[in-house]
């Protein structure tokens, strides 16, 4: 069956099949109750241009391919003819930043785990390095977490997480300038060093921690391990925090993935490693994150995510598709997740780590083939991805 692309022909995003039996409720969740999302108040910004894909118009309106996507040829070298890639032969790319205003061509900075690097990229243009942070990789830590600040139109500062040889900490830098930490002491172990970071929306930082191998320190309110933090710009506690003065805005984290939010910032999401599954909450202020919205008993290895509205799209770093999460109107997840992107029917990409949305429609997400996958050529690349596939299927053989 060969897939319909709806009206943005430059993309290949593909749908896979129902990934059956790999996830399920987690019955502590059916007390919870949730309020219905608000309505948007501000339109949508301006759509940038992408790069476009070889296609013609149905009758219908909608844009199909001139041929399925297993015709694009492999990757020769750093060379990748699939047009959704806009970088390649990066390495381990655990976190992205959509850039704004790029309407010529989307660009992004991408961060490598292992290595520090920040980098910006474009579509048709070669990966620039801005910065190289000092880090430590080992326990699954490095470079994890990209976010720009609040104000970045303004300040130009973009946030990082990262691992040292000493702690867990927060960064931030400007192009030529060497990084300054905000906020150190985010305790540190043989395991549990993964971060996440994105912004409220309302002019704070919000940043996912690993609890470094202590499940104890995730629930003491003295520890900045295993937590949700909301921090200002400086890495001090954000106004309107739950307890005022203190950074903590939830608790009881264990290896997070990714920390994501609804383009109205009604919803809260970060995905996290269990020890028996792995799970992803909707974020209550000065809660414990005690109830999964959804586990995965198979530990698919949950990455960064994107609300694309009427789903929650979750990359995975181990299983290597997308996990696609339908929402209901009250903002809870109101069925069993889709695998997507899986490498089926000629679509996916690998193994996914970092995802940050483009725009209501679109994301880039960041592979993560050379921390045990299986790389092609070009590997390790950064993907621009559909957040609303089209239903009717994949992009697949006639």
């Given at each position: 069956?060969?897939?319909?692309?709806?009206?943005?022909?430059?993309?290949?995003?593909?749908?896979?099949?129902?990934?059956?039996?790999?996830?399920?409720?987690?019955?502590?969740?059916?007390?919870?109750?949730?309020?219905?999302?608000?309505?948007?108040?501000?339109?949508?910004?301006?759509?940038?241009?992408?790069?476009?894909?070889?296609?013609?118009?149905?009758?219908?309106?909608?844009?199909?391919?001139?041929?399925?996507?297993?015709?694009?040829?492999?990757?020769?070298?750093?060379?990748?003819?699939?047009?959704?890639?806009?970088?390649?032969?990066?390495?381990?790319?655990?976190?992205?930043?959509?850039?704004?205003?790029?309407?010529?061509?989307?660009?992004?900075?991408?961060?490598?785990?292992?290595?520090?690097?920040?980098?910006?990229?474009?579509?048709?243009?070669?990966?620039?390095?801005?910065?190289?942070?000092?880090?430590?990789?080992?326990?699954?830590?490095?470079?994890?977490?990209?976010?720009?600040?609040?104000?970045?139109?303004?300040?130009?500062?973009?946030?990082?997480?990262?691992?040292?040889?000493?702690?867990?900490?927060?960064?931030?830098?400007?192009?030529?300038?060497?990084?300054?930490?905000?906020?150190?002491?985010?305790?540190?172990?043989?395991?549990?060093?993964?971060?996440?970071?994105?912004?409220?929306?309302?002019?704070?930082l919000l940043v996912a921690t690993g609890d470094a191998g202590n499940?104890?320190?995730?629930?003491?309110?003295?520890?900045?391990?295993?937590?949700?933090?909301?921090?200002?710009?400086?890495?001090?506690?954000?106004?309107?925090?739950?307890?005022?003065?203190?950074?903590?805005?939830?608790?009881?984290?264990?290896?997070?993935?990714?920390?994501?939010?609804?383009?109205?910032?009604?919803?809260?999401?970060?995905?996290?490693?269990?020890?028996?599954?792995?799970?992803?909450?909707?974020v209550t202020a000065g809660t414990s994150l005690a109830a999964p919205?959804?586990?995965?008993?198979?530990?698919?290895?949950?990455?960064?995510?994107?609300?694309?509205?009427?789903?929650?799209?979750?990359?995975?770093?181990?299983?290597?598709?997308?996990?696609?999460?339908?929402?209901?109107?009250?903002?809870?997840?109101?069925?069993?997740?889709?695998?997507?992107?899986?490498?089926?029917?000629?679509?996916?990409?690998?193994?996914?780590?970092?995802?940050?949305?483009?725009?209501?429609?679109?994301?880039?997400?960041?592979?993560?083939?050379?921390?045990?996958?299986?790389?092609?050529?070009?590997?390790?690349?950064?993907?621009?991805?559909?957040?609303?596939?089209?239903?009717?299927?994949?992009?697949?053989?006639?």
């Amino acid at each position: 069956m060969r897939i319909r692309w709806g009206r943005a022909p430059w993309l290949v995003a593909a749908c896979g099949v129902v990934l059956a039996g790999c996830a399920s409720f987690d019955d502590r969740a059916a007390g919870q109750t949730f309020e219905p999302a608000p309505e948007l108040s501000a339109p949508a910004g301006p759509q940038p241009q992408l790069p476009e894909m070889d296609g013609s118009s149905g009758s219908d309106g909608t844009t199909q391919p001139s041929a399925p996507r297993t015709s694009v040829p492999p990757p020769q070298g750093c060379t990748d003819f699939d047009k959704a890639v806009i970088a390649t032969c990066l390495d381990t790319v655990s976190a992205v930043a959509a850039l704004p205003g790029t309407d010529s061509a989307p660009a992004a900075l991408a961060g490598e785990r292992k290595s520090g690097r920040v980098l910006q990229v474009a579509s048709g243009a070669p990966a620039a390095e801005l910065i190289k942070l000092d880090v430590v990789a080992a326990g699954d830590g490095g470079l994890t977490g990209l976010a720009l600040s609040p104000t970045y139109s303004e300040d130009q500062l973009v946030f990082a997480y990262i691992t040292t040889a000493t702690d867990n900490r927060v960064v931030r830098f400007t192009k030529g300038q060497q990084a300054k930490p905000i906020l150190t002491g985010i305790p540190k172990g043989a395991t549990g060093n993964r971060g996440a970071l994105t912004t409220d929306g309302k002019g704070a930082l919000l940043v996912a921690t690993g609890d470094a191998g202590n499940p104890s320190a995730a629930a003491d309110p003295g520890s900045l391990a295993g937590k949700i933090l909301r921090i200002d710009t400086s890495g001090n506690a954000a106004p309107g925090n739950p307890t005022p003065g203190s950074r903590v805005y939830a608790s009881g984290l264990r290896s997070p993935g990714g920390l994501c939010k609804a383009a109205d910032g009604s919803r809260l999401w970060v995905t996290d490693h269990g020890d028996a599954a792995d799970v992803v909450y909707r974020v209550t202020a000065g809660t414990s994150l005690a109830a999964p919205a959804w586990t995965w008993p198979d530990k698919p290895g949950l990455a960064g995510c994107a609300d694309a509205g009427e789903s929650l799209m979750i990359g995975t770093s181990v299983a290597g598709n997308v996990q696609q999460v339908p929402i209901t109107l009250d903002g809870s997840v109101g069925g069993q997740p889709k695998a997507i992107m899986d490498g089926t029917d000629g679509s996916g990409y690998g193994r996914y780590g970092g995802m940050d949305p483009l725009s209501t429609q679109y994301a880039f997400v960041g592979t993560v083939n050379k921390d045990g996958g299986r790389p092609v050529s070009s590997d390790d690349r950064v993907v621009i991805i559909q957040l609303q596939p089209n239903p009717s299927g994949g992009s697949g053989k006639d």
